[in-house]
């Protein structure tokens, strides 16, 4: 079992910035493929970034490119989501998700990831 436990989310106004992170425990984060989600009030939950388990790949939502950064540092078993320019837009939950031996594209699945956190709240103010 890998437990999941995201932390950083907070209140930041418009063009800000903000690091989310998720750390694992439970398992070694080595073999896993990781993601963030989330979800806005009264909208399914939707992929925003993943990263392959050796971290030589990433993937992206077309509309956080180029402002969000994913990475992750395995000796720590933890996952980073770097925010910038943040818009009112982004304002969500933000879920941790993990998948073993997968590749990043392979995230976009959602129906096959295998673990989550419980969510941490991100509020973008305009």
């Known amino acids: 079992q890998v437990q999941l436990v995201e932390s950083g989310g907070g209140l930041v106004q418009a063009g800000g910035s ?3 992170s998720c ?3 439970g398992r070694t ?6 993601g963030w989600f989330r979800q806005a ?6 992929f925003v970034a993943s990263i ?3 971290g030589g790949s990433t993937y ?3 509309s956080v490119k180029g402002r969000f950064t994913i990475s992750r540092d395995n000796v720590k078993n933890t996952v980073y989501l770097q925010m910038n320019s943040l818009k009112p837009e982004d ?3 933000y879920y941790c998700a993990a998948r073993p031996w997968a590749t990043a ?3 976009l699945v959602i129906n096959l990831i295998n673990y989550w956190g419980k969510g941490t709240l991100v509020t973008v103010s305009s």
């Open 52 to 54: 392959h388990w050796s």
């Open 23 to 25: 750390a694992a425990s």
């Open 105 to 107: 594209e392979a995230m």
């Open 29 to 34: 984060l080595n073999n896993y493929a990781m």
């Open 18 to 20: 903000l690091r989310l």
């Open 60 to 62: 992206y939502a077309d």
């Open 41 to 46: 009030p009264g909208k399914e939950r939707e």
């Open 91 to 93: 304002t969500a939950v």
